[in-house]
């Protein structure tokens, strides 16, 4: 049975994958998000001798992997042509992290312009949608994030970053292929807090939980300590409710996330 330090991974960002496994055998990481939108991981380069060697490594160390899709494509796209895009694009990350035997891919509600709400909100629902039930058919499951607030007077604002938002989305996709990537530092930006997403959702649809301090009041990704999260009541809370899958460190260089794993494992006693 793995400990709550052997469940503390980290974000390894556009890394290349075998790059950030060799780390993680090094320094005894049994967890890794990663992004396929650029550079040697770009959903295009994967031959399948590449898929076959990742997966060895991977399986060699006790490596888990999720695949991480990029908040900056718009999931509430509606315009001709690109809307289809966006489609290829969820359909793509599904295929590799079906090749690469992943836990899930992280994805995202999209964003809007403070217009065309209803219909924002309705096509981001439909594409989430569809890309579950692709993903249902390749047996691999979607982690919806809860995102970031963004100051009133911002141009954009993303969607699923307040506990109503998300509601939107899980009351009307229940299916089991569609999940939840728990981000406390974006929780911790809006007034429900940490507590009241857990509340809301308790702790069976997460698919990893993502932590960085803040706070409170801006997107940043603080070591612990820099900021007021109290990852003590956080990590508690948590585990209390039985959460006993993955947890994703996306803040700082190796060492502060080195450093950061043993605080946050010596935040359950026991």
């Known amino acids: 049975m793995m400990t ?10 556009t890394t290349r994958v075998e790059d950030a496994l060799a780390i993680a055998a090094e320094h005894g990481f049994h967890y890794l998000d ?30 888990t992997l999720t695949l991480h899709t990029a908040s900056s494509i718009n999931i509430a796209e509606f315009s001709p042509y690109v809307d289809e895009a966006v489609d290829r694009y969820l359909e793509g990350n599904i295929d590799l992290a079906k090749r690469l035997g992943c836990l899930g891919v992280v994805t995202h509600g999209g964003y809007h312009f403070s217009s065309s709400l209803d219909y924002r909100f309705q096509s981001s629902l439909e594409r989430l949608k569809r890309a579950t039930a692709y993903a249902e058919k390749a047996g691999v499951t979607l982690f919806l994030e809860n995102l970031n607030f963004e100051p009133d007077d911002a141009e954009i604002h993303y969607m699923a970053h307040t506990v109503e938002e998300c509601r939107f989305y899980f009351d009307a996709i229940s299916s089991e292929r569609f999940g939840w990537a728990f981000t406390v530092n974006h929780a911790h930006l809006v007034p429900e807090d940490v507590d009241g997403f857990l509340d809301a959702f308790g702790v069976n649809r997460i698919g990893e939980v993502r932590l960085a301090d803040n706070l409170g009041d801006r997107e940043v990704h603080l070591n612990p300590g820099e900021g007021n999260i109290d990852f003590p009541a956080v990590f508690t809370r948590l585990e209390s409710s039985g959460y006993i899958g993955f947890y994703t460190m996306a803040f700082g260089n190796l060492d502060d996330k080195l450093a950061a794993r043993e605080y946050f494992a010596g935040c359950v006693p026991g």
């Open 4 to 13: 709550l330090k052997d469940r503390i991974g980290y974000d390894a960002g």
């Open 34 to 63: 990663f992004n396929a939108d650029q550079g040697p991981n770009r959903l295009t380069e994967w031959s399948d001798d590449r898929v076959a060697a990742v997966i060895q490594a991977a399986r060699e160390d006790n490596v």
